[in-house]
């Protein structure tokens, strides 16, 4: 935030003695004071068009902001969520409040008594009958009733937040295929016979089906694309590798691949995302929880894209890629290891 803005928003905050000397100073220049009060904690939306709407009721807007003391006796000991120091900074930072003022009773009457507004907002849910008008109206002024519907209330908010956050998210640990899950020695990897386990595969493997992790391959399969092989050929390979796996009561929850070339400029060819997009689609990921690990930098970047957490198995990424993983390990079961370290 540059200074002036600093010093502007500053500018807007004041005692009950200050607010009171400043708007006999305003009104004796003619202008119309509209007060509004409120506790304005966890701000959204609803309050700054019921803010808005209250500036337009007038010149000058004067927001009265409930202390965190007042706010826990009318709102319980666990409210306010935001501290009256931080609310007072987001109330004087809106465009349409003139000044902001905190006050300590559970209403703000005695305020009222001393500000004399013209106007004075209240929302809907209280209505004309609320427990201000008397000396509002007493000293020449009239309540205002916002029209902005509720919809919004902090409660609602806070009721959704915790909804979103009592169900655990769902993680997925990717995998790479060849060079990862298996030796990738002469590259383009499509028949049984040559399809060799990378080294401790199925320990790391094992520990991971037991946990809540997805396990999903994400594999580039550009020989189909290149026509060195079918996908018939790489489905009756997929097959086979599903069947070792699973009579090692490992679980893989699915295996995603790209057969596209460079040339047909897919979305899904690592280091592009697709396959990661398609998983959150398939499975409801939530992908800054979960892993990737892979061996070659193109895993990296994809996985540096999708927002998951990497692990790369061999060498170590190219300087000039300005790149690294979260990790490097040396085989699957350090990865695994890793992984659930980080628990
Ligand atoms: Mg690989
Ligand atoms: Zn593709």
Same mark, same amino acid.
């Given at each position: 935030?540059?200074?002036?803005?600093?010093?502007?928003?500053?500018?807007?905050?004041?005692?009950?003695?200050?607010?009171?000397?400043?708007?006999?100073?305003?009104?004796?220049?003619?202008?119309?004071?509209?007060?509004?009060?409120?506790?304005?904690?966890?701000?959204?939306?609803?309050? =700054? +068009?019921? $803010?808005?709407?209250?500036?337009? *009721?007038?010149? /000058?807007?004067?927001?009265? !902001?409930?202390? @965190?003391?007042?706010?826990?006796?009318?709102?319980?000991?666990?409210?306010?969520?935001?501290?009256?120091?931080?609310?007072?900074?987001?109330?004087?930072?809106?465009?349409?409040?003139?000044?902001?003022?905190?006050?300590?009773?559970?209403?703000?009457?005695?305020?009222?008594?001393?500000?004399?507004?013209?106007?004075?907002?209240?929302?809907?849910?209280?209505?004309?009958?609320?427990?201000?008008?008397?000396?509002?109206?007493?000293?020449?002024?009239?309540?205002?009733?916002?029209?902005?519907?509720?919809?919004?209330?902090?409660?609602?908010? =806070? +009721?959704? $937040?915790?909804?979103?956050?009592? *169900?655990?998210? /769902?993680?997925?640990?990717? !995998?790479?295929? @060849?060079?990862?899950?298996?030796?990738?020695?002469?590259?383009?990897?499509?028949?049984?016979?040559?399809?060799?386990?990378?080294?401790?595969?199925?320990?790391?493997?094992?520990?991971?089906?037991?946990?809540?992790?997805?396990?999903?391959?994400?594999?580039?399969?550009?020989?189909?694309?290149?026509?060195?092989?079918?996908?018939?050929?790489?489905?009756?390979?997929?097959?086979?590798?599903?069947?070792?796996?699973?009579?090692?009561?490992?679980?893989?929850?699915?295996?995603?691949?790209?057969?596209?070339?460079?040339?047909?400029?897919?979305?899904?060819?690592?280091?592009?995302?697709?396959?990661?997009?398609?998983?959150?689609?398939?499975?409801?990921?939530?992908?800054?929880?979960?892993?990737?690990?892979?061996?070659?930098?193109?895993?990296?970047?994809?996985?540096?894209?999708?927002?998951?957490?990497?692990?790369?198995?061999?060498?170590?990424?190219?300087?000039?890629?300005?790149?690294?993983?979260?990790?490097?390990?040396?085989?699957?079961?350090?990865?695994?290891?890793?992984?659930?370290?980080?628990?």
């Amino acid at each position: 935030m540059k200074r002036t803005e600093a010093l502007s928003i500053k500018k807007k905050i004041k005692t009950g003695k200050e607010i009171e000397r400043i708007t006999q100073h305003l009104k004796k220049q003619g202008k119309r004071i509209v007060t509004y009060n409120g506790s304005f904690d966890v701000l959204h939306v609803g309050h =700054i +068009k019921s $803010i808005q709407e209250a500036k337009a *009721q007038g010149d /000058i807007l004067i927001i009265l !902001l409930n202390s @965190d003391a007042s706010i826990r006796i009318y709102k319980g000991p666990n409210r306010p969520i935001v501290s009256q120091r931080e609310r007072i900074i987001m109330i004087a930072a809106i465009d349409a409040v003139d000044y902001v003022s905190v006050f300590n009773d559970i209403n703000p009457k005695k305020v009222l008594a001393r500000i004399k507004p013209n106007v004075h907002c209240n929302g809907s849910d209280w209505g004309r009958s609320c427990i201000e008008r008397k000396v509002v109206e007493e000293n020449g002024g009239r309540i205002y009733i916002l029209r902005w519907e509720r919809g919004h209330s902090t409660t609602d908010l =806070i +009721k959704k $937040i915790l909804d979103v956050y009592r *169900q655990p998210a /769902i993680k997925a640990v990717f !995998l790479d295929r @060849d060079g990862t899950v298996n030796l990738n020695k002469k590259g383009y990897v499509h028949k049984i016979a040559d399809f060799e386990f990378a080294p401790h595969v199925f320990d790391a493997l094992k520990k991971l089906s037991k946990t809540d992790y997805k396990i999903i391959i994400v594999t580039n399969q550009s020989g189909i694309g290149r026509r060195y092989y079918t996908q018939e050929d790489f489905e009756k390979l997929n097959a086979w590798i599903l069947e070792e796996f699973s009579k090692k009561k490992i679980r893989i929850d699915r295996v995603y691949y790209c057969h596209h070339t460079l040339k047909d400029r897919c979305g899904c060819r690592k280091p592009n995302v697709g396959m990661f997009i398609q998983a959150v689609k398939d499975f409801g990921i939530s992908l800054n929880n979960s892993w990737f690990i892979g061996d070659n930098k193109t895993d990296m970047i994809a996985g540096r894209e999708a927002n998951v957490k990497t692990i790369k198995l061999g060498e170590r990424m190219p300087k000039a890629l300005k790149l690294q993983p979260h990790y490097y390990a040396k085989d699957l079961q350090q990865a695994a290891d890793i992984i659930l370290n980080n628990e």
